[in-house]
Structure formats: C-alpha cells, structure tokens
Nanobody, 115 residues
Framework: QVQLVESGGGLVQPGGSLRLSCAPSGTIFSINDMGWYRQARGKQRELVAVISRVGSINYADSVKGRFTISRDDAKNTVYLQMNSLKSDDTAVYFC?????????WGQGTQVTVSS
C-alpha cells in the first residue's frame, strides 16, 4: 500500500506564501502524474495543479500566476509553491500520484488564509 506524506500546511495571512511537499513513504518507481487537489468546507474536491512525468502542467484558473507546481523525481516529491494567498484558498490540500497500480492520495494538509 502506497502512503503519501504531506507537509507544509498551516495558517498564513492574506498575501502570504506557503510551500507544500508530498512524497511516498517507501520506494516508488515510475510515477506518472503528480498533483494537488483541495477541498474547502462544504465544497467538492477540486483540482489545483497537476504535473506529468514529462513536465506538462495544468493549473486551475483560480491559481494561475500565483501557484507553482514542481516535482523532483530523484526524491519522488511533488511541491506546490503558493504565493499571494487569498482567503478563498483556505482548504484541505491533498496530493495524489498516479502509478501503474492506481492513483493514491495523501491524507490532506490544512491551509488557512486569515488575518
């Protein structure tokens, strides 16, 4: 069973920045897509950003120009740099990775943007 370990969430003021990280707990080979989703209270989970194995990237319109997704395949780690955070970005952020055996999700990390 693949377990993903997320870190970097927390409380930040509007306009601030956070960097999320996510990596599997064991040795994993051939990770395809890696991505971040978020779920705000009372809302459905939505895509934030996804990066393919060859580096193709898609962002939700709401985060374009503010968030940057990247991956380090040597460390099997995916990052989400979040700048110019807004209160609307408050949510639980989940990372996910796609392997041949299926798609796996982290447990989520809370990001709260508030003054």
């Amino acid at each position: 069973q693949v377990q993903l370990v997320e870190s970097g969430g927390g409380l930040v003021q509007p306009g601030g920045s956070l960097r999320l990280s996510c990596a599997p707990s064991g040795t994993i080979f051939s990770i395809n897509d890696m991505g971040w989703y978020r779920q705000a209270r009372g809302k459905q989970r939505e895509l934030v950003a996804v990066i393919s194995r060859v580096g193709s990237i898609n962002y939700a319109d709401s985060v374009k120009g503010r968030f940057t997704i990247s991956r380090d395949d040597a460390k099997n780690t995916v990052y989400l740099q979040m700048n110019s955070l807004k209160s609307d970005d408050t949510a639980v952020y989940f990372c996910c990775i796609a392997l041949r055996s299926g798609t796996y999700w982290g447990q989520g990390t809370q990001v709260t943007v508030s003054s």
